[in-house]
Structure formats: C-alpha cells, structure tokens
C-alpha cells in the first residue's frame, strides 16, 4: 500500500454549507471529480462549478422527501471497495460502481432543532440516516477513503490534496477517528432524546458525549492530561459563559466553577446572593438585599479559605462589587453579566478570569449525572429535589422562629453543594460555619464550629457568629453528639432530614438543650 492514495473522485453532501465553495472549488482546480446530492449541488452549481449527481451513478432519483437518495450499492460500494482486492475490483466493474476516494458529509441539525423547541416529528424528521451511513462506510475503509465531518478540516484537506496529489494513510486515519467519534455522538444525542421522550431514567445501553471544547494544559495535577468537552444540552454555567478576561481556565477552575454556578442557581434570582467555592466545596454564602452586603458577609465565614478561590454571583456584576473581590486574590468571577465599568476594572487585573454565563441553571431540570468507576460508570438522575417549608416536619417541643425557618431553608440548600457529611451554620441569610467531606458526622460539626470561631476572630465580632444560629445537616445525626456540638457552638435550631434509628434519642436531646428541629425527609448526600 501506497503512503498516499489518489484522490480523483469526491462525493459531497453537506447540511452546514458554509466554506464548502471555496472548499470544492479547490478540488475541482486539483482535477477531482465532484459528485452532490440535493441543495449542495445546487449552490456548488450556482458558484460555477461542474458537479454531478448522484443520481447520475446510482440510476436512482432522490425519493421521499429526501429520505432515499445515497442508500445505495453503487454509493456503499464505492467507499466500501477494497481497491487491490481482485475479487472487489471485478464486482466494481460488473455493476458500474465508480470508486469515491473523498466523502465529505455533515449531518442534519438535530441538536439544533431539539435545542429549537421544534415538535417530535419535526425532529425525528431531523435524524439523518443516509448521512452517518456513508460516514462509516468511508470510515472503515480508510485506507482508501478520506472522511471529512468537519469543516475545520477544509483547508489541512486540499492543501495535503493539492501538494500529494492524494492523502496520506496517517491523515485519513485521523479523519476516520474523528468520524467515528462524531457518528457516537450524534446517536448518544438521538437517544438521550429519546430517552428523555419516554420518560424513563435509564435503558440498557446508556451513552454521553460532548465537543471538544479546548484542550486544557493539565488535569487535577501537572502529570494528568485534561481536555473539556462541552454538552449539548447548553446549560448556564462554564459551558456557556463568555471569558471576558484572564488566563486561560484550568481544570480545576473549571470543576470549581461549576460548583459554584450550581450552587448560586440554587439561590435562585430572588434576592442578591454570592458564593464563593474552593475546591468545590462552599467556603462562604450569603442574600442579601444589598449585593455588596452579600459578598461581605459570604467573605466573612471563611476569609482565609477564600484566598484564590471561585465567587459566584445572581446578579450583574457592577463596579462596587468589583473593587470588593478584587481585594481578596480570586481565581475565577462568574455572573450572569457585568457593565463596563466593572469589566474595565477588573481588565487592570489581569489573571483573574471573569466569566459571563447569560443566565442561571436552574436547579430542578433532570439530567444524568456520571461517575467514572474502574471499568465501568455509575449513572444518576441529578439532586433536583428542593425542600421547602410545606416539606418540614417539627419534631421538638419548641417551634422554629420566622427567622430560623427562612436560615434552616437557606443553610439545608447550602448543604445540598457541600462535601459529604456536611454541616452549615447560618445566620440571618449567611453561613458563619461550614464543615465538609469528613468521614464522621460529629467531626464536620467540629470543624464548622472551629472555622465560626477563626471567622469571628478575624472579623474582630464581640459576640461568637454562631451563637442564635440555624444548623443543617445533610443526612441524619446517627448519635446525638454531632447536635450537641452544634449547641456549644450556639445553634438554636437545627434541620436535617431524619431517618435514624435513634431519631428519639436526638429529638429527645435537642429538647433538653431547647432546640427547634424540623425533619426534611431529603438526604442530600454529595460524594
């Protein structure tokens, strides 16, 4: 086999037409023989160029809309064919099939009519059949076909074309991985609509996919590699968002920015809130009717943690708030907007990364949600619950206040995005303690306790920002010692989900110590 296979003969069908004129136009100028099917014949047609149909080969109009035109043995055959095959050569000539040495196909839009709102048949309509037949066929037999599914790949294409006068083995291999990891994904798509259509969860064979969205110059640490691939489901978040400044984006950056986007779209667009994430964990949260007031007191539950982390916000970045976070090193700023004063200001900055999303994912959308295990993956439908106070149960003596109801349901959100066990200390729309990730229960409960105490110090309060606090717990206390640190701390009322088998002895325990505590029935476990 030859280093470089010949290219006479190339066969197009494409559904985004753009570049394919100057794309063909260079074939033509290199003596390759066009052949199209349907409306990009007619535009290669109307640019001047010699193209003909397919028709033509197969002796076959294009029938039923569209649906029959390239399904074909007179087309499969001539991707299919191994050329110095005897046996293949001879059946070519008996049946007319012409060898086709370049196929250059993308698909109908089917994403983008889902993404559209367009109706199931319009959809279904959407699904191409001829299209990723033909890729794979070509493909497969990639050591004497080219496949081009990417318009990017134009130029490197007819270049290689026009210097070799055919493409080498290693650039048609190339451009057959790319084919086949397109034609995954376009089915991956088709069945997570499909999916989502009948209402199940799951199916025997489940699939994602994503585009690569940039190459990344390392993982979690500097010896991993790391790619992000974006998803088709355009949620509001790092997929989306616009970087309006900074240095290019890490992964870690990108999984804690995830995290905090996720949290802030739990707060909803109510009242002002802020974020700030490190690690992935909540370092710090607050509403507030003010924004700056937000960020101050979300600052406040953990200045030292904050250092070089992720601030999220609900609302339009302005300049005030800008020359507040940039007071505090900061990796990332993410927000549905920013003015101009605030973008200018922050430009003086200029490793920081500022990020605008355009809007805020909302918390109750149902999605999958996947876990990578050695040889295999877990797969769940994501924590879409929210908890609202018709969902409390009061299971003490004395009932929560107003106030400590409106904590309760604010710190058991923020205890949905901190690390399991988690613990979060509230207060008037703020956390003041957070414990996450501990293997015990009792010992995130130190932890959150300890850091309201480094908190109190640093921002020089006379009083313990614990004390007359709410506490939630994102699982059942197992014992009543994790509730009884909250009291030392000065916890006044407390929201978990109940479920223990020792849930009297707990209850029993918060009475004595004069708890308020109310039962959600929703674990919130985040491993």
């Known amino acids: 086999m030859a280093d470089i296979n010949p290219v006479r003969r190339a066969l197009i069908s494409v559904s985004d037409k753009e570049g394919i004129e100057p794309f063909a136009r260079r074939l033509a100028g290199a003596n390759v023989e066009l052949i199209s099917t349907g409306g990009t014949a007619q535009v290669l047609r109307e640019a001047g160029l010699d193209v003909r149909d397919v028709a033509d080969i197969t002796a076959f109009p294009e029938m039923m809309n569209g649906r029959i035109k390239t399904l074909h043995p007179r087309v499969h055959g001539g991707l299919l064919a191994i050329r110095d095959d005897a046996a293949h050569r001879e059946a070519m000539k008996t049946h007319d099939i012409p060898e086709i040495d370049l196929l250059v196909v993308n698909l109908y839009p089917f994403e983008e ?91 025997r064979h489940f699939s994602m996919a994503g585009s690569i969205g940039e190459e990344l110059r390392y993982g979690e640490n500097p010896h991993q590699s790391a790619v992000f691939y974006r998803g088709g489901d355009m949620r509001p978040g790092v997929s989306t968002a616009r970087q309006v400044q900074g240095k290019a984006l890490s992964y870690n950056n990108l999984n804690d920015t995830d995290a905090a986007y996720e949290l802030i779209g739990e707060l909803g667009e109510g009242r002002p809130a802020v974020a700030i994430i490190k690690h992935a964990n909540p370092c710090g949260v607050a509403v507030d009717d003010d924004l700056i007031a937000a960020y101050e007191n979300a600052l406040r539950c953990d200045p030292v943690s904050a250092f070089g982390g992720i601030v999220a916000l609900n609302r339009k970045l302005t300049a005030k708030v800008a020359e507040k976070i940039i007071q505090t090193f900061t990796e990332v700023v993410i927000a549905p907007d920013a003015d101009e004063d605030a973008i200018a200001l922050f430009a003086k900055k200029k490793n920081l990364r500022l990020l605008l999303a355009g809007g805020l994912p909302d918390p109750s959308t149902a999605a999958h949600v996947v876990k990578p295990l050695a040889s295999g993956f877990l797969v769940q439908t994501r924590d879409n619950k929210s908890v609202g106070e018709s969902d409390l149960k009061v299971v003490t003596k004395r009932q929560p206040s107003a106030r400590e109801l409106n904590d309760m349901l604010f710190a058991f959100k923020i205890s949905k995005h901190v690390k399991s066990n988690a613990i979060v200390y509230a207060k008037d729309g703020a956390t003041v303690g957070i414990g996450a990730g501990q293997m015990s229960r009792l010992d995130s409960s130190r932890i959150a306790a300890r850091k309201a105490v480094d908190a109190t110090e640093a921002c020089g309060a006379s009083t313990l920002l614990t004390e007359g606090s709410v506490v939630a717990s994102d699982a059942f206390f197992p014992f009543a010692d994790g509730l009884l640190a909250a009291v030392e701390a000065g916890a006044k009322a407390v929201i978990q989900p109940g479920g223990s088998i020792r849930d009297d002895e707990v209850i029993a325990a918060a009475d004595e110590a004069g708890l308020a505590m109310v039962f959600t029935g929703v674990r919130h476990f985040r491993h």
């Open 113 to 203: 009519t889902v993404k559209r709102g367009a109706g199931y048949d319009d959809c279904v309509e959407n699904i191409d059949i001829g299209g990723p037949a033909m890729i794979r066929a070509a493909a497969k037999n990639h050591r004497y076909v080219g496949v081009i599914t990417d318009p990017a790949d134009y130029a490197l294409v007819v270049e290689e074309i026009e210097k070799a006068k055919g493409l080498s083995v290693e650039t048609k291999q190339r451009l057959a991985l790319k084919a086949f990891g397109m034609t995954a994904a376009y089915d991956s798509a088709i069945a997570a609509w499909f999916n989502a259509q009948s209402g199940l969860n799951f199916q």
